[in-house]
């Protein structure tokens, strides 16, 4: 692959990243750095989350918490829409924010199906491993 | 240079490095596992974010977390403590690699380090005293393994070149049973330490356990601050620290110590670091060096009247240190007993919560510890919950001031070992000082006979 021109090097990684449900590679080369976004980014980033957090059963519904510590985001950074506003209807593995460390975005994972009931941590705020961050009703 | 530093540990160390940091100016991150999210210590620190649930493999060893919290709260230095992650060449040069200080010395001078075999060839070439013993690899016929041992003279000791802290070892009396021993002993060092290499040396069977605390700088600066006696210990633990070792001869420690800076200088060494000997008729040997912070480094603090940790942090801020050898004055004795919850009889880890908490004070009293009264010693991690240093105008002076400093001290709804250390206090063999490092396994044999 070394060969091929960076062109022919893109196509190749994206036809790899088509077969599984990476969405976003980022790469940092000593040449420069670039980034290969598939559509369909709800159910693309599922896999990349870290080991999932038991959620803490609360009266209202149940926690779900951060699976590391991290900048939690509600929205991917290319994105405006927010990935689970309150009332969505949500399937388990379904992402419910992001937790963004640098350049590194991991999903955090919806335990069950269930509905949005509120989020819990800002967008932007700085969060703990373990701390609820959304509410699923 | 950095302005903040990530403190990759718990307990007082983590509170005994905050304040350091405060000491300096650098603001402080402090990371915790769930188990200690109510440690008070962390609300001192500018910043305090959980990495994982209490299991330290998952937090306080969990490299990726740790670096993770500091990529997002922007902390530039990492000082790992002492234990976890303090002497993994891996996670040092995971820290540089990500831009950031590792407070020690290079991964390179870790991984040296951490290779007894290529740390003992390279304190020769320093030209610092090592058990006799060959400081290469083991040839692999047995004639030839047997040549070596003839030539030490027995008993040897079979040692991991992965171990160290007393682990991965094993004595041998004579002749006959020394392959099968290192069959042994480097079967288990594979598994325990992922390296199967082995060495031999000369065994010491009365040595005591003394150490040298040594610190430089990354501009070729380096000096040693003093001697430790570190030989009552219980299974490779120590219990009771002091400086500067009793009865040996100041121009002797000044000579070894000198070959301990040197050392450093040749390797490149910069950081805190201590150069561990066995003591025995009269000489110093070589057996292992820590390249971190040590638990008992308040006594060398007390007698030199050196903030270690604040000059370890400077150093690791590339300053160049500012003090000379000549300037370096070991005065009076310290003393420190190290405080674990544990059953009195057994020594089994005892956590609990703390409901009465009473400390010793007045002069030249130190309690470096992280707990109080409503505190719980968390049964995840190392039992020790207080550290009680005092500091004499000379060694009866310390030993007066300990016995009382463990009178007044009083700590309810855990079981600890302040009765224990009343009672070595107390001992004419840890009194008379200069005891080797099975005294306090051979006192407490014969008190359970009692």
């Known amino acids: ?137 | 240079m950095f302005d903040t530093v990530l403190i990759a540990n718990r307990g007082e160390i983590a509170l005994r490095i905050q304040r350091a940091c405060r000491g300096l100016g650098l603001r402080t991150v402090a990371v915790y596992s769930e188990a200690d999210a109510d440690a008070p210590y962390l609300q001192a620190a500018d910043q305090a974010l959980c990495i994982g649930p209490p299991a330290p493999g998952q937090s306080y060893l969990n490299q990726a977390a740790i670096l993770f919290a500091a990529k997002i709260s922007g902390a530039q230095a990492i000082h790992p403590g002492y234990g976890f992650l303090s002497e993994n060449a891996g996670f040092a040069a995971r820290v540089e690699a990500a831009g950031l200080v590792f407070v020690g010395p290079s991964a390179e001078c870790i991984r040296t380090m951490g290779d007894k075999v290529a740390a003992k060839r390279a304190m020769r070439t320093a030209g610092v005293p090592c058990v006799p013993g060959p400081d290469q690899a083991l040839p692999s016929g047995p004639a030839a393994i047997h040549a070596i041992a003839d030539a030490i003279g027995y008993p040897v000791i079979v040692k991991a070149a992965g171990g160290g802290g007393g682990r991965g070892m094993r004595v041998v009396h004579e002749p006959a049973t020394l392959i099968d021993a290192l069959a042994v002993t480097r079967e288990e060092a594979r598994r325990a330490f992922g390296n199967a290499e082995v060495y031999i040396e000369k065994f010491l069977s009365h040595p005591r356990h003394v150490e040298i605390q040594v610190l430089a700088d990354s501009h070729g600066n380096a000096l040693w601050l003093g001697s430790r006696d570190c030989s009552l210990q219980r299974r490779n633990q120590k219990v009771v620290e002091e400086a500067p070792a009793p009865g040996i001869p100041v121009a002797q420690v000044a000579a070894v110590g000198e070959r301990c800076a040197e050392a450093c200088r040749q390797i490149g060494y910069c950081g805190v670091g201590t150069f561990e000997f066995l003591y025995e008729n009269d000489a110093f040997y070589f057996i292992e060096m820590n390249t971190r912070l040590q638990v008992e480094h308040p006594v060398t603090e007390m007698t030199t009247g050196i903030d270690i940790v604040q000059q370890q942090l400077r150093v690791a801020r590339g300053e160049r240190l500012s003090l000379h050898q000549a300037d370096i004055v070991c005065t009076g004795h310290a003393i420190e007993c190290r405080l674990n919850a544990e059953d009195p009889r057994s020594f089994a880890p005892a956590p609990g919560w703390i409901t009465d908490w009473v400390l010793p004070g007045g002069f030249s009293v130190r309690v470096d510890s992280h707990a109080g009264a409503g505190y719980r010693v968390s049964p995840y991690y190392d039992s020790m919950f207080a550290k009680l240093i005092v500091h004499g105008a000379t060694r009866a002076d310390a030993l007066d001031r300990m016995r009382l400093a463990l009178a007044e001290m009083q700590v309810g709804g855990i079981a600890t070992n302040l009765a224990l250390h009343r009672e070595i206090m107390d001992d004419s063999g840890f009194t008379a000082g200069g005891v080797d490092i099975h005294h306090l396994e051979r006192w407490l044999a014969a008190r359970a006979v009692a």
């Open chain 1, 1 to 137: 692959m070394a060969s091929d021109s960076p062109a022919e090097q893109v196509r190749y990684l994206a036809s790899l990243l088509a077969g599984t449900s990476i969405g976003l590679l980022e790469l940092t080369t000593a040449e420069g750095s670039f980034r290969l976004l598939r559509d369909g980014l709800s159910s693309a980033i599922s896999p990349m989350v870290a080991p999932m957090v038991a959620p803490k059963g609360t009266p209202g519904g149940d926690d779900v918490c951060a699976p590391t510590v991290g900048v939690f985001r509600h929205a991917h950074p290319l994105q405006q829409a927010p990935l689970a506003p309150p009332g969505q209807q949500v399937q388990a593995g379904d992402p419910l924010g992001l937790m963004q460390i640098g350049s590194l975005l991991l999903a955090v994972q919806a335990p069950r199906d269930g509905v949005v009931d509120s989020v819990l941590a800002a967008d932007g705020a700085m969060v703990g491993f373990g701390t609820p961050v959304v509410r699923l009703r």
